[in-house]
């Protein structure tokens, strides 16, 4: 009895003292170590604002390059690929030269249909409108109204033939272009001219002389006459003749809407070629344009480059008649029966 009473009292003992040790290394684990806090300095103690810390010069130069070099490489890239890649040629400035007549009586009608087919040319364009004075001032009204750049010329003197009056109107023109010495491209253009957008592309491309064939539409008489150049390529090796048989070797008058050119012919002949006494002594701009494009065949382009033979340029003359409700009876016949 005695010997189980002492093992009792020596578990006892045992179990009491494992779980004080217990009960303590269970909360010594829940205590902060001192270690960090003793060794860890604190920044306020250790590192003062006064106290820059600057790396050695060799490093800090390295490092701004290296960054240097990172932030401008992308860029440099760029620069050379722009280089490579070819820069675009400049549009030309396209001259267009549109007489008009007040005595006709859908002259408003027409100008501003011309003026609808313009305002979608790409820039850079200059339309120069000519016309007689007039009390009238309709023509301006419209320009003013288009968004186009455009010059409005107006001259005094009075005509009876009304082809004179049409060549007076275009001297006008060439005359203005010549004193204020205007670089472009000239094309005349009627109030009664159909366009193809892609004309004026193509207008462009001229260097010195220009031509292309282009169809004469008439609504009473319902045909279509082709005027213009016959070329192998973009050269032109001939032209389209009025007669069929060929009888004569002369060529025939070229339409003034067949035809385009430099502007710099009438203010710089000599860069291409041409003496300046030769303008001097001509009196008419156009006549002097038409002779110079009749004599240099060599530098006449046609248009488009695929053998002239795609037509952009319609001219429609409408039939006269007593009232303006017959020349609309007369476009209608001729645009069913096109149908």
């Not at 303590?24 to 170590?33: C, I, K, Q, R, V």
């Not at 590192?47 to 060799?58: A, L, R, V, Y």
């Not at 004569?248 to 860069?271: A, C, Q």
């Not at 240099?296 to 382009?301: A, F, G, V």
Request: aromatic share 10%; hydrophobic share 35%.
């Amino acid at each position: 009895m005695e010997r189980s009473k002492k093992k009792a009292q020596l578990w006892k003992k045992a179990i009491v003292h494992f779980s004080l040790c217990f009960v303590m290394g269970f909360f010594t684990g829940f205590a902060p170590t001192g270690t960090m806090q003793k060794y860890a300095p604190e920044p306020d103690e250790t590192f003062h604002p006064e106290i820059k810390i600057q790396p050695p010069s060799n490093v800090y130069r390295t490092l701004v390059a290296e960054t240097t070099t990172l932030e401008k490489s992308p860029t440099m890239v760029d620069h050379i690929e722009e280089e490579k890649q070819p820069k675009e040629k400049p549009r030309r400035l396209v001259i267009i030269v549109t007489p008009t007549n007040k005595r006709d009586k859908f002259q408003n009608v027409f100008l501003q249909r011309l003026a609808n087919t313009i305002k979608l040319v790409s820039p850079p364009l200059l339309w120069i409108v000519v016309e007689g004075q007039s009390d009238s001032d309709e023509v301006s009204r419209i320009l003013r109204k288009t968004g186009i750049m455009y010059r409005h010329l107006v001259f005094k003197e009075n005509f009876t033939e009304p082809e004179a009056e049409l060549d007076h109107q275009r001297n006008v023109a060439l005359k203005h272009i010549e004193q204020h010495r205007l670089s472009g491209i000239v094309h005349f253009a009627a109030l009664s001219n159909v366009y193809d957008l892609r004309f004026f592309d193509e207008l462009r491309e001229v260097e010195v002389f220009g031509a292309w064939p282009m169809a004469f539409l008439t609504a009473n008489k319902q045909k279509v006459k082709i005027e213009g150049p016959v070329c192998d390529s973009s050269q032109v090796i001939g032209w389209h003749l009025k007669k069929m048989n060929n009888e004569t070797d002369e060529r025939p008058p070229i339409h003034v809407s067949n035809f385009g050119f430099n502007s710099s012919i009438l203010w710089d002949p000599e860069r291409w070629g041409r003496p300046s006494s030769l303008q001097q002594a001509s009196q008419n701009s156009i006549k002097f344009v038409k002779q110079v494009i009749l004599e240099d065949e060599i530098k006449l382009q046609g248009l488009p480059p695929e053998d002239c033979s795609k037509i952009m340029l319609w001219s429609l003359n409408l039939p006269k008649a007593t009232s303006p409700s017959q020349d609309f009876q007369g476009i209608s016949f001729q645009y069913n029966s096109r149908r």
